[in-house]
């Protein structure tokens, strides 16, 4: 099980859907994510957007799916020889491609990481699934002592630049994906 794998059986995968569900069910609302592209592969995805699916049609909780492409540079897993180097930049748009189809009846937003994977990238899976380019990370360690090499500011005009070169409308939002201001094209 890869979830065993990489958390080493702190937390198995029957016990972190129980946590979910019950978070969902008192009212709160969450992210969904997949780190992958480290001892996965393409049927370990599907099987985890099925069971994101089936969560989600029961509690309708969650508010997007972020794939988070594995970094590996620093990762314990990686070094110790366990796991592949992260995801090839085609398999970051298959599995945002494949959640796009899998989820899109359940969960509308499909988020890219553009801290994992850079701006560049991510404008490109923007046109392959995804639909939400992320924010500014105040607070980001994770990918950063993982060895990400992207930052974790961009100003606000950088991400309009980014959405707009693809033809795509920026917006602003909230955490649980009101829409607070749709951007005007120049």
């Known amino acids: ?50 069971r994101i699916t089936r969560i989600q049609q029961d ?28 995801p090839s930049f085609d398999d970051s748009v298959r599995v945002h491609a494949v959640a796009r189809i899998l989820l899109d009846r359940v969960i509308h937003n499909v988020q890219v990481s553009w801290v994992k994977l ?13 639909n939400d380019f992320g924010g500014t990370l105040m607070e980001e360690t994770i990918s ?3 060895g990400a090499g992207w930052g974790i500011r961009m100003a606000p005009e950088e991400f309009d630049d980014a959405i707009r070169a693809i033809g795509r409308t920026p ?10 201001e749709t951007k005007a094209a120049f």
Do not use: Q
Not at 60 to 83: M, S
């Open 118 to 130: 850079g701006v560049e990238a991510s404008s490109e899976i923007l046109r392959s699934g995804a």
């Open 171 to 180: 917006a602003v939002r909230t955490t649980t994906y009101d829409r607070i």
């Open 144 to 146: 950063r002592m993982a």
């Open 59 to 86: 509690t309708g909780g969650f508010t997007e799916f972020v794939p988070l492409p594995f970094i590996h540079r620093n990762a314990p897993i990686y070094l110790a020889g366990h796991a592949r180097p992260g």
């Open 1 to 50: 099980d890869v979830r065993w794998l990489l958390t080493k059986g702190k937390l198995p995968a029957d016990t972190w859907e129980e946590v979910v569900r019950t978070a969902h069910d008192v009212g709160l609302r969450s992210s969904s994510t997949i780190m992958f592209g480290h001892v996965d592969a393409p049927p370990h995805w599907v099987g985890h957007l099925r």
